[in-house]
């Protein structure tokens, strides 16, 4: 039964549809399904599948897009059903887009494929500033960072960022990764940042690596 | 050896791949140029102001002699136009924080408004004020969102695309009208005497989009009615497409552009250098245009920028030879030149100096 469950999960997925995907996760609700497996064996299998045919280029963002959304419609039921003591390993991971930019298709593949890989992920959306950044740090221990930005002007407030969760002593708890074109390892490094990757897919790979 | 030319008469003659004295140089210095200015002009005033717009412009031609001038200023202005909230900082590029896409419905709602009014309109006004003042010193290259740009700027990106998945018949009939948009606005600027046009056809790249999309949702019917006005009214056409992995066989080839201006990704697997757009034949069909590193402008030094745009013009000109063209390509800056303050201006003059020094014919 279960079996059975976790491949509609990752069919609802992989197939882009959201009604078939939240269906599925009633299913499983309803069965007794774990949650936990439900998305493990189930949507971040489907999910997985879609990022690897996008980074081959057998499909490209308009699917990809969807599919999340599809991921996210199950996720929505399952992830309030797992009993908190589950989720204590968890790590804790924030996505945001730096103050002054507002592009954020590129943190929202970072914040699928964060979910995908078994983070629990708290979207800070677009236009953040460093305060509310560097706070959100701190109040809600996160392990990861994953800042992004389209605009050249605004890079600086990624390295902001740092120097507060420096001067509030939390960058040494928390990984950060930074994205987008402008961007650069050089660029990381000079603003102490860990990482900085070219595409989500790669960025989580690393990130599972450390 | 090519007599010493104008920068005007480089700019013609490496489109038509005739002989040059030294390679074509315009890093796409646009906002920059504000800079320039003996008084201080913001970068909100220089988006809003279309005379101090052109007057920058003219000012960048009259200090840098760039061959060519693209009259970018930012790609929230059609989507401006068709009524989308346009953030503007004092020294930050304008950006669409409102979109008008909320609902399936909101695409049915699209219609081509008036182009001269707007932002739309101070573009137009800007390249008729631009046009006179560097006639016959810098071909003068007008610039505007493409269709689907437009409508992705407008209704947010991440929204159009899933519904281009999902639900394709409204998206199609809002490209009609941001077609229609673009075509208008093209005919309005083709009047102020701009010699050729630019369209950025952003989402053609193999990271957004295979082939057969961006077929369907641009290049067969939109990208191609753009295409064509352009070349009815008489003016060069021009692509600008400075994400990864360009769709380069059917954006120069199958559109059949004069310019094409793109950008390189060393960390990205499969982006082409320089040397390689020209060995793969696409210098045979336009004039290519690119790729230091924008970045480069504002972390860079002098000496490091002067190395880099010596050994792209080595590179450039090896490829050149060894595919027998005479002066397909322009050394450009792949993307906007970064309009921050803390740009360093006199890193636009070393590359402008050292095309002069190694890029020789």
């Known amino acids: ?210 | 050896m090519v007599a010493p030319m104008t920068p005007y008469e480089r700019a013609i003659a490496a489109i038509q791949n005739e002989p040059v004295d030294e390679l074509a140089s315009s890093p796409l210095a646009l906002a920059l140029c504000r800079r320039l200015m003996p008084e201080k002009v913001t970068y909100k005033e220089w988006a809003t102001n279309p005379e101090l717009c052109a007057e920058s412009f003219a000012k960048g031609v009259e200090h840098w002699k760039f061959p060519y001038t693209v009259t970018l200023i930012d790609l929230s202005i059609t989507a401006s136009t068709l009524g989308a909230h346009v953030r503007m900082d004092t020294e930050n590029t304008p950006f669409v924080d409102d979109h008008i896409i909320h609902d399936m419905e909101d695409y049915d709602k699209i219609v081509c408004p008036d182009i001269t009014k707007g932002r739309t309109g101070d573009l137009i006004d800007m390249n008729r004020r631009l046009a006179p003042m560097i006639k016959g010193k810098s071909f003068n290259i007008a610039f505007l969102e493409g269709p689907l740009l437009t409508l992705t700027q407008a209704g947010g990106a991440e929204r159009v695309f899933m519904d281009m998945f999902s639900d394709p018949a409204p998206v199609h009939k809002a490209l009609g009208e941001t077609t229609k948009l673009c075509l208008e606005t093209c005919e309005k600027i083709a009047e102020t005497g701009a010699e050729g046009f630019c369209w950025d056809y952003l989402w053609g790249n193999y990271a957004c989009l295979g082939d057969p999309e961006y077929a369907e949702f641009e290049g067969d019917k939109y990208a191609k009615a753009c295409n064509d006005k352009v070349r009815e009214l008489g003016m060069g056409l021009g692509i600008h497409n400075c994400a990864d992995l360009p769709h380069l066989d059917t954006q120069v080839k199958k559109f059949g552009v004069d310019m094409y201006s793109m950008a390189y990704y060393p960390l990205i697997p499969g982006s082409p250098t320089a040397a390689e757009v020209i060995e793969q034949g696409y210098g045979d069909k336009c004039l290519m245009m690119g790729n230091i590193d924008p970045q480069l402008f504002v972390r860079g030094s002098v000496e490091q920028i002067t190395k880099v745009t010596a050994d792209l013009c080595q590179e450039v000109k090896t490829a050149l030879c060894k595919k027998g063209l005479n002066s397909r390509y322009c050394i450009s800056s792949g993307c906007e030149v970064p309009p921050d303050l803390e740009t360093k201006l006199e890193n636009v003059d070393a590359v402008m100096a050292a095309v002069s020094q190694y890029g020789k014919m």
Not at chain 1, 21 to 42: C, M, R, T, Y
Not at chain 1, 67 to 84: C, E, Q, S, V, W
Not at chain 1, 173 to 195: L, Q
């Open chain 1, 1 to 210: 039964m279960s079996e059975e469950i976790f491949e509609e999960l990752a069919n609802a997925v992989i197939n882009c549809k959201a009604d078939l995907s939240k269906a599925a996760a009633q299913k499983a609700l309803d069965a007794g399904v774990n949650p936990v497996e439900a998305i493990n064996e189930g949507l971040v299998k489907g999910m997985n599948v879609i990022g690897d045919k996008y980074a081959a280029h057998q499909i490209y963002l308009p699917q990809v897009l969807v599919a999340a959304h599809a991921m996210y419609a199950g996720l929505d039921l399952l992830l309030p059903a797992i009993p908190k003591e589950d989720l204590a390993d968890a790590k804790k991971a924030a996505t945001c887009v730096v103050e002054g930019d507002v592009h954020d298709i590129g943190k929202n593949i970072v914040k699928t494929m964060l979910t995908a890989g078994g983070y629990i992920v708290n979207d800070l959306g677009k236009d953040v500033p460093p305060a509310t950044i560097a706070d959100t740090v701190k109040n809600e221990g996160i392990d990861i960072l994953c800042m992004s930005t389209l605009m050249t002007p605004t890079m600086d407030n990624m390295k902001n960022t740092i120097d507060l969760l420096k001067e509030q002593g939390t960058r040494g708890n928390c990984t950060v990764t930074i994205g987008g074109p402008p961007t650069s390892p050089s660029f990381a490094e000079e603003i102490g940042a860990d990482h900085r990757d070219n595409n989500a897919q790669d960025c989580v790979n690393w990130l599972k690596g450390q």
